[in-house]
C-alpha cells in the first residue's frame, strides 16, 4: 500500500507538500499540485483517514437515527440531510430504529464509540434518555421530527398540532361530526400534538361530544387494524383522520375489505402526503410537511453547533415549519344534512 512518502518520491516534492495538497491547506504552487495528483492517481495513494481524525478529533463524519426507513417522508427528510452534509464535506451513517427505545439506545452507544462529529435524532420516545447521554459525551445533537422532553437541545420539525387543527376543520368544514382519528404511538410527540390539534378542532366547533381517537403504530398494519376495530362498533364515523400517511394507507386497506367506498361512504383524510412519484393518481387529502427542508435545516445547524468546537454556550433553537393543506379526492365533497352513519 502507497503512503504519504512513496508519493512525495515519486512527485519530487516533500511529504508536506503532499499532505497540504490532501488537505488543502498552505499554499502550494498549481504546478505542483499537479504533480501532486498525478502522482496519488498512478500510486492509487488513499489518505489515512483516522490518522487524520486523530490528530483533528474529526471524523468529517455525522448520524442520522430515524424510526422508519419504509416511510416516503422520512426518505425524503434523509435526501435532505444527505445532500446538505455532502456539500459541506461530511459524510452520513444511516440508523433505523423502528420506534424501538432499544434499539435507539444501542445506535447511540455504537456512534459516540464511532467518534461521530454530531447526531441528528428522531426520538423513539418524548423522554428518551439517548439525549442526555449524548449530551454528556459533548456531542451535537439536533432532534428532528419531533419534540422532547429536554430544553437543552435544538429542534427541528414541523406543525404537527396546527395541521392536524386544520386537516380536522376541513373534514368539520364538509359537514362530517362523527371523525375518528387513528394515531401513532402515544409516547411520541407527533402521535400527541396530532390529537391535541383534533381535538381543539372538535371542540372549537361544538363537537367534543363525537370526539373519537385511538393510539397505535405509525405502520399501514396498525392502520389496518385500528379501522377494522373501529368499523366493527355500530356506531361508525363518517370520516377517519390518519395519523400518518401510512396510517392512512391501512385505513384504506382495511375499507376496501370491508367493501366501504372512500370517498363514497367515508372520508379519508393524511397527515403526511405519499408523494406522487409512487402513486399514478394522488388521492389522498393530507397536510404535507416539507421533508427535505426539513432534514436541510436540521444538518446547517448540525454542523454550525460542531463548527461551534463548544467555543460558546448555544442558544438552542425550536425551528417549527409550516405545513400546508392539499385536497385532494379522498375527503369527498359536502354532505347531506341528513347523512347518515355507516351500518
Request: charged share 20%; proline share 4%.
Amino acid at each position: 500500500m502507497a503512503t504519504i512518502h512513496d508519493v512525495a518520491k515519486k512527485a519530487g516534492v516533500a511529504p508536506i507538500t503532499v499532505s497540504r495538497v490532501i488537505n488543502n491547506s498552505g499554499y502550494v504552487s498549481e504546478k505542483l499540485r499537479a504533480k501532486v495528483n498525478n502522482a496519488i492517481n498512478e500510486l492509487g495513494y488513499v489518505p489515512n483517514v483516522l490518522a487524520r481524525s486523530l490528530k483533528s478529533k474529526r471524523t468529517n463524519t455525522i448520524a442520522l437515527v430515524f424510526t422508519d426507513i419504509t416511510n416516503p417522508f422520512f426518505n425524503i427528510l434523509a435526501r435532505g440531510v444527505e445532500d446538505t452534509a455532502s456539500e459541506a464535506g461530511y459524510n452520513v451513517i444511516f440508523c433505523n430504529t423502528d420506534e424501538s427505545q432499544d434499539q435507539e439506545d444501542n445506535y447511540i452507544q455504537l456512534l459516540l464509540q464511532k467518534q461521530v462529529d454530531g447526531i441528528l435524532l428522531v426520538p423513539a420516545d418524548v423522554n428518551s434518555e439517548s439525549i442526555n447521554i449524548i449530551r454528556k459525551q459533548n456531542t451535537p445533537i439536533v432532534v428532528i421530527d419531533r419534540n422532547v422532553a429536554h430544553d437543552n437541545v435544538d429542534i427541528v420539525r414541523g406543525d404537527s398540532e396546527g395541521g392536524a387543527y386544520n386537516l380536522t376543520k376541513h373534514l368539520i368544514d364538509l359537514g362530517h361530526k362523527r371523525i375518528t382519528l387513528i394515531g401513532g404511538p402515544e409516547k411520541v410527540s407527533t402521535s400527541v400534538d396530532r390529537v391535541k390539534g383534533y381535538q381543539q378542532a372538535m371542540l372549537d366547533h361544538g363537537l367534543d361530544a363525537f370526539i373519537d381517537y385511538y393510539y397505535g403504530q405509525y405502520s399501514v398494519q396498525s392502520g389496518t387494524d385500528l379501522t377494522n376495530q373501529v368499523f366493527s362498533q355500530e356506531i361508525k364515523p363518517t370520516a377517519i383522520f390518519g395519523g400518518n400517511n401510512l396510517i392512512a394507507v391501512g385505513a384504506m386497506t382495511a375499507l376496501q375489505e370491508l367493501n366501504i367506498k372512500v370517498p363514497d361512504d367515508v372520508a379519508v383524510v393524511s397527515f403526511d402526503d405519499i408523494p406522487n412519484n409512487l402513486v399514478p393518481n394522488p388521492f389522498l387529502t393530507a397536510i404535507v410537511q416539507p421533508p427535505y427542508e426539513i432534514g436541510q435545516k436540521a444538518t446547517e445547524l448540525l454542523l454550525s453547533r460542531i463548527q461551534d468546537e463548544g467555543e460558546s454556550e448555544p442558544a438552542y433553537q425550536e425551528i417549527v415549519f409550516p405545513v400546508k393543506l392539499i385536497v385532494r379526492a379522498s375527503s369527498g365533497g359536502i354532505i347531506a344534512e341528513n347523512y347518515t352513519d355507516i351500518s
